[in-house]
Each structure stands twice: as structure tokens, then as C-alpha cells.
T-cell receptor, first 111, second 112 residues
Framework: DGGITQSPKYLFRKEGQNVTLSCEQN?????MYWYRQDPGQGLRLIYY???????QKGDIAEGYSVSREKKESFPLTVTSAQKNPTAFYLC??????????FGPGTRLTVT | RKEVEQDPGPFNVPEGATVAFNCTYS??????FFWYRQDCRKEPKLLMS???SGNEDGRFTAQLNRASQYISLLIRDSKLSDSATYLC?????????????FGQGTTLQVKP
């Protein structure tokens, strides 16, 4: 079964803790993306990566970090520097046609 | 002005109705356009791409108006199961990053 997986589905953390969200794809897609969605809002781009070992900041990268050591994996770390981390985090990938396919998302709650 | 704008709605329509949503974009160099469907608390799923010549898939028709810089989605014979939020997405062009800019979404409620 080809697709994008994100884990965990729900994540709860205390303020001040870093947390890493997993994103894995077996679609052999080159490019991967991380978005954040707040209630009633569209998707905002955090980071993206077009090839292994390379990534670029999106529109709201402050307080986040990523790595791309393998083609299949693009984990996102939400650091304690992120002022308002509670949100729905979505990972997507594309083979280059601009059509992005999304994983099921991780709902992060920080209290 | 936002790069991609949608009327958030909600659009409340009876079953069987025809409903249309628009999505405006500000960058005239935009190249690729998409409609996504997002159910409550789920991920967006690609509904259809929007081509210059238009695109039809069953009850759904998407069109591009480059002169006025908007795309549209028409849903005919609405079903209860069409109730969802519809997001438009635009590739801004000018680079080859594959980035998409999303609108905030339009909520559709189809009533019995």
C-alpha cells in the first residue's frame, strides 16, 4: 500500500518541550512539505525539501526545524521557541507535477 | 491582499442543488491550480486539477479564468456527502519549487 504516514495522530506536550513529528512516504516522491493548519484557516507552509539533504524555509519556519536524511522521511521538530505550537500538522509529498498528496496529519496540543 | 482568497461561507444548499465556488489569486504568473476537499479533522484530498481548458469529473467542473485571475468549482446535483470544506491551491510560478499556496477554504453544507 503506497502512501504517506504520519505519527502519532494525537500528541500532547508541556510548554517548553521540543517534540518531533514523523512523516514517511513510500511513493518514491522527491519533494516533501510540512504545513500547519489552525482552526478555520488554510494551510501555511513551514518547510519543504526537494531532494535529500536539502530543505528550505517556508512562510512560517520560525520555531521549527527539519531534516531530510532519507528520501522517504522528513521529520519536523517543533521547538520550545515556537510561540503558538498547538495546531494540526500536515505532511505532503509530490512527484514533481505540483499535485501534492497529504498524510493523515498530527494534532499537537501544547499546554 | 492575500495571494489566494476564498469566500469561507458556509454555503448551505439543499440536496440536488447546483453550487459554485470561486477562488481568486493575485500572482498573474501562477501556473498550476487545484481543488482539494477536506473533511472535518481530516487531511485535504486532491479533488481535481484545473486546466486552461477546464476539467470535468462527473458532477464536478473546474474552470480557470486567467484574465480575471480566478478559478471556479461547480458541483451539480449536490449530495449530502459533498458536505466538506473545499480548498483551492495555486502554484505561484516563477520557480520550480512545487510550492502551493492554499486558500482558507469554503465550507459547503448540503441539507436534506
Amino acid at each position: 500500500d503506497g502512501g504517506i504516514t504520519q505519527s502519532p495522530k494525537y500528541l500532547f506536550r508541556k510548554e517548553g518541550q521540543n517534540v518531533t513529528l514523523s512523516c514517511e512516504q513510500n511513493l518514491n516522491h522527491d519533494a516533501m512539505y510540512w504545513y500547519r493548519q489552525d482552526p478555520g484557516q488554510g494551510l501555511r507552509l513551514i518547510y519543504y525539501s526537494q531532494i535529500v539533504n536539502d530543505f528550505q524555509k517556508g512562510d512560517i519556519a520560525e520555531g521549527y526545524s527539519v531534516s531530510r536524511e532519507k528520501k522517504e522521511s522528513f521529520p519536523l521538530t517543533v521547538t520550545s521557541a515556537q510561540k503558538n505550537p498547538t495546531a494540526f500538522y500536515l505532511c505532503a509529498s509530490t512527484a514533481g507535477s505540483y499535485e501534492q498528496y497529504f498524510g493523515p496529519g498530527t494534532r499537537l496540543t501544547v499546554t | 491582499r492575500k495571494e489566494v482568497e476564498q469566500d469561507p461561507g458556509p454555503f448551505n444548499v439543499p440536496e440536488g442543488a447546483t453550487v459554485a465556488f470561486n477562488c481568486t489569486y493575485s500572482n498573474s504568473a501562477s501556473q498550476s491550480f487545484f481543488w482539494y476537499r477536506q473533511d472535518c479533522r481530516k487531511e485535504p484530498k486532491l479533488l481535481m486539477s484545473v486546466y486552461s481548458s477546464g476539467n470535468e469529473d462527473g458532477r464536478f467542473t473546474a474552470q480557470l479564468n486567467r484574465a480575471s485571475q480566478y478559478i471556479s468549482l461547480l458541483i451539480r446535483d449536490s449530495k449530502l456527502s459533498d458536505s466538506a470544506t473545499y480548498l483551492c491551491a495555486v502554484n505561484p510560478g516563477g520557480s520550480n519549487t512545487g510550492k502551493l499556496i492554499f486558500g482558507q477554504g469554503t465550507t459547503l453544507q448540503v441539507k436534506p
